[in-house]
Structure formats: structure tokens, C-alpha cells
């Protein structure tokens, strides 16, 4: 195994496993105890082993959510010595019509995990679920309840705390701005995606009370001339700093900033999900500022190997945060200032210590800026 595979899945024992089938008294338990370091005796082998992900609408090199997906379903693949395409594959959707079916068509492969990306799949995989329940799916980003809010023993929910690593990066946008204006794009308004606007504005606040944030969603992950609008009425508004939590549509961010900062203008743009720095750049340099890099890519490898090792975690709800290392600031630095990296690595251990409760929703915000009065 890959050293960064194994450093990984060893912090699933760190991830917040909770199960919502009925009372706390009856939560199972992530498997543990006697024998743990044996194969499980649904273990598969790899030889045998078939995993496959349905992508959003964003489709496989959205250079964002869905690309860090399938890298992490490689990556693992790659890993495990299965064949692409057969061992490990996976099927786009062109639209949400989609989900549905193409979850059903790798269900009927008798795929042994199969991954659906994005919360806009909650519907699909449920339904799914409900029909096979020999089935093992998994999904990130939500959590998939039946009538009574109970969670499906062959669902495992993957979520993260992107509000964490939002907030780092709202903290290094409110140290950077020359203007005091910053922007937020966001995908579909829903509550995951308040999760990373309310934990940016609470870290653009931290270090700059006075800043102004501006807010729009496109109501699409795949548009990215939408993008490109939202961010030119936005930097013609004076922010100076936008990010965004937009997938494929967040790319029109990036050729927005790009073309100002091609005529001199000095803007900077916020990648996510992974490190964006590439989508920023022009000549030797580049508008990415920094990116929150959400391990999507660690989350399919650790439940994909846990899966082939017959400890599928269905039922449960996975979540990683900084704790686990999951979420926050891109690798590259190279735009972000001494002052920038030195406070995000301060407000990363007050949040990781307790001393900051990072808001993901606009109640939480409202309650955070209240105490910072």
C-alpha cells in the first residue's frame, strides 16, 4: 500500500462515525476490537472486486469536485491492481435524469461499492437503496434519511466540515484584500453549500471586521459563463477577492480574473475542493490566492479499501475535518503573504482546539458576529 493510502485510512479511526438508526443505545459501531487487523470474512478479493462512481452534472474533469472523486477512485484502483474499466470505472451524468439510471446500471454489474458524487444524488441513491438492498452504496456530501430519519444499512454517507477550511480561507482573503471587498460564489444554494459561504465570511470577519462580502449563487455546478458574469459584476463592484464553491461553473471565476488581471488589475480568485492553482494561471503567474482543498479524493480511496476488506461502513455517517486533515489550505502558497500563513495555522489550532466554533449556517454566522462585537 501507497504510504499517503495508508496515513490516510489509518485516520478513519479519527473520523466522526456516527449512526442514525434509532437511538444512540442502538448506534452500531465503526468494526473494531479482536481481529481487527485480520481480513473481514466478507472481504473480496482484488482480483474480484468491482467499484464504480456516478459523477454530478459537473462530469469527470470539472477540475473540481467530481475530478478529485475519480482521482481518488484511481488512485485506489490503481493501488489494489485492478484494471480500469472493469475493476474500477465510472459513468457521467449529463443531467440529474441521469443518476438514477446510471447508479441502477452499475447496481445491475453487480459492482460491489458503488460511489454517488454529490449531494444532488441523495434522491437517486435512496430510491436505489430502497429497490436492491443487497446493494453497498456510498455517497458524499449528504446524509440519506428514510421516512422515520433513520440512515440505510447499505448507504455509507460521507460528509466533511467545509465550513473549517472555509474559514481558513476567508481568514487569508481578509488579510489579502486592498479594498476591504471580497465575493462569494456559490453552486446551488442548498446547506451544504452555506456550510463554505458562512464559514468564509466568519474567517474573512476574524482578521477584517470591516469587510464587505458580497454573496451570489448561479443555482448551477456547470456553467461556467454564469461564473464569468457573477464574477465581473463582482470585481466591478470593487471586491478584489472572490471565492467560490461552484464546481464547473467556478471555472468562468478563474477567465474572469484572468482577463482583469491580464490588463493590470490586481484580483485574486479562491480555488476549492482541490488546488487550483493551475485553473489560475496566465504566463509564470497565476489568480489563484490559495484554494480549500477538500479531500474527496481520500474519502472514496479510505471507504473503497474499507469496502474491499469487507468492512463496507453502511449505515454510518462519515465525517472529516481538519482534524483528519480533510479539509484546508491548498498546498500551494505561493501568492499568500508570511502574515496570511502564520494566522491561518493560528485560527486552524484554535478551531481544532475548540476555541473557535466555525458557523456553517446563516443562524450560526449571525450568532458568531454577534460575539465578536
Same mark, same amino acid.
Given at each position: ?22 437511538? $444512540? ?27 464504480a ?8 474533469? +470539472? ?27 465510472y ?32 434522491d ?21 434519511l ?15 466540515k467545509?465550513?473549517? $477550511?472555509?474559514?481558513?480561507? %476567508? ?24 456550510k ?45 477577492i ?7 461553473? %467556478? ?51 479510505i ?62 454566522? +449571525?450568532?458568531?458576529l454577534?460575539?465578536?462585537?
Amino acid at each position: 500500500m501507497k504510504k499517503w493510502l495508508r496515513t490516510l485510512t489509518m485516520s478513519v479511526a479519527a473520523a466522526v462515525a456516527l449512526t442514525a438508526c434509532g437511538s $444512540g443505545d442502538d448506534a452500531a459501531e465503526t468494526p473494531t476490537g479482536e481481529g481487527e487487523d485480520a481480513p473481514s470474512e466478507d472481504a473480496v478479493e482484488a482480483d474480484d472486486f468491482k467499484v464504480a462512481m456516478v459523477t454530478d452534472v459537473g462530469g469527470i474533469d +470539472d477540475k473540481s469536485f467530481n475530478q478529485s472523486a475519480w482521482e481518488g477512485l484511481t488512485a485506489f484502483g490503481e493501488e489494489a491492481g485492478l484494471e480500469e474499466g472493469t475493476g474500477y470505472r465510472y459513468l457521467q451524468s449529463a443531467t440529474m435524469d441521469d443518476f438514477e439510471p446510471n447508479l441502477r446500471s452499475l447496481v445491475r454489474e453487480d459492482s460491489d461499492l458503488v460511489w454517488g458524487i454529490g449531494f444532488l444524488m441523495e434522491d437517486a441513491v435512496r430510491t436505489i437503496a430502497e429497490q436492491v438492498e443487497e446493494a453497498q452504496i456510498a455517497i458524499v456530501d449528504t446524509v440519506v434519511l428514510d421516512a422515520d430519519e433513520n440512515t440505510y444499512d447499505n448507504i455509507a454517507n460521507v460528509t466533511f466540515k467545509e465550513h473549517e $477550511g472555509s474559514f481558513l480561507v %476567508g481568514v487569508a482573503a481578509g488579510l489579502h484584500t486592498e479594498g476591504d471587498k471580497v465575493g462569494f460564489i456559490g453552486g446551488v444554494e442548498s446547506g451544504l453549500i452555506k456550510k463554505f459561504e458562512n464559514g468564509f465570511k466568519a474567517g474573512v470577519k476574524a482578521v477584517n471586521p470591516d469587510a464587505e462580502i458580497l454573496v451570489q449563487y448561479a443555482e448551477s455546478f456547470n456553467d461556467a459563463s454564469i461564473g464569468s458574469q457573477i464574477a465581473n459584476t463582482m470585481y466591478s463592484q470593487g471586491a478584489d477577492i472572490i471565492y467560490h464553491a461552484a464546481g464547473g461553473t %467556478g471555472n468562468g471565476l478563474f477567465t474572469e480574473a484572468i482577463n482583469r488581471a491580464r490588463n493590470g488589475e490586481a484580483v485574486w480568485a479562491i480555488g476549492v475542493d482541490r488546488d487550483q492553482h493551475d485553473e489560475g494561471a496566465y504566463g509564470d503567474e497565476s489568480v489563484t490566492l490559495t484554494s480549500m482543498v477538500k479531500r474527496v479524493d481520500t474519502a472514496v480511496a479510505i471507504v473503497s479499501e474499507q469496502t474491499m476488506n469487507g468492512e463496507f461502513p453502511g449505515g454510518e455517517i462519515l465525517e472529516y475535518g481538519l482534524e483528519e486533515d480533510a479539509v484546508g489550505i491548498a498546498p500551494t502558497t505561493d501568492n499568500l503573504s508570511e502574515e496570511a500563513l502564520s494566522a491561518v495555522e493560528d485560527y486552524k489550532a484554535q478551531i481544532q482546539s475548540g476555541d473557535i466554533s466555525v458557523p456553517s449556517t446563516d443562524d450560526e454566522y +449571525d450568532e458568531y458576529l454577534e460575539g465578536l462585537e
